[in-house]
């Protein structure tokens, strides 16, 4: 009798132990403005939050797999190998605005983003969606369009959203201090506050 509980019980261990041994993994999918462009190495939004955690959250991992210049074609087609490698609890999207740079239809913007929240989801991540909005120059209407685009693709799949990922630094009237001489990415000075947009939105789908 011992010995036949001491097996039913190995057995419920071995069976919870993937549970205990899988910490959090959070995968960033990016563009430039996650991959530090322009920027001293440690001192974007992504490495700050990584320190973060670390002071709070220190059994959670992040792996930034943001590449500068991407698009969300090339996020798509990336994002399967990379949820098979690191297999991610959490996936975050920060992409849509070279797509918007490159004329590239919506449609197009907005397929792509849910098929990598779909394929995020499928393999047992929860998303959040960083949202972007365009400059007043490329019209009222292409500029709304392109804003909603996140709001329904987070709404589909259950994601996580970020209204706008430059609040505060975008959209304020001293922008330009936040910016790096090009005047299209933010400076060392700007990564706080985008980690501030970031870490409400992703503190709701982190374990407690």
């Known amino acids: 009798m011992r010995r036949r509980q001491f097996l039913v ?69 990336r994002i399967g190998a990379l949820l098979a490698q690191h297999r991610p609890t959490h996936v975050i999207i920060e992409l849509g605005a070279n797509d918007a740079l490159r004329g590239l239809p919506l449609t197009m913007t907005e397929t792509n983003l849910s098929a990598m929240a779909q394929a995020a989801r499928d393999a047992g991540a929860r998303v959040l969606l960083a949202g972007m909005r365009l400059p007043p120059n490329y019209g009222r209407d292409y500029g709304e369009r392109f804003m909603e685009l996140y709001q329904r693709v987070a709404a589909r799949h259950d994601a996580g959203l970020v209204p706008f990922f430059l609040a505060g630094v975008a959209d304020v009237a001293e922008a330009p201090r936040y910016f790096q001489a090009d005047r299209i990415h933010p400076n060392e000075q700007a990564q706080p506050r985008l980690l501030a947009n970031v870490w409400p939105e992703l503190n709701k789908l982190l374990p407690k």
């Open 9 to 77: 019980g190995a057995c419920t261990v071995a069976a919870a132990w993937p549970a205990f041994a899988a910490a959090p993994v959070i995968l960033v999918v990016g563009d430039s403005l996650s991959a530090e462009y322009g920027l001293k190495r440690g001192t974007g939004w992504v490495s700050l939050l990584q320190q973060r955690l670390a002071d709070e959250k220190p059994q959670v991992r992040v792996v930034n797999a943001s590449i500068s210049g991407d698009t969300t074609s090339g996020g798509r087609s």
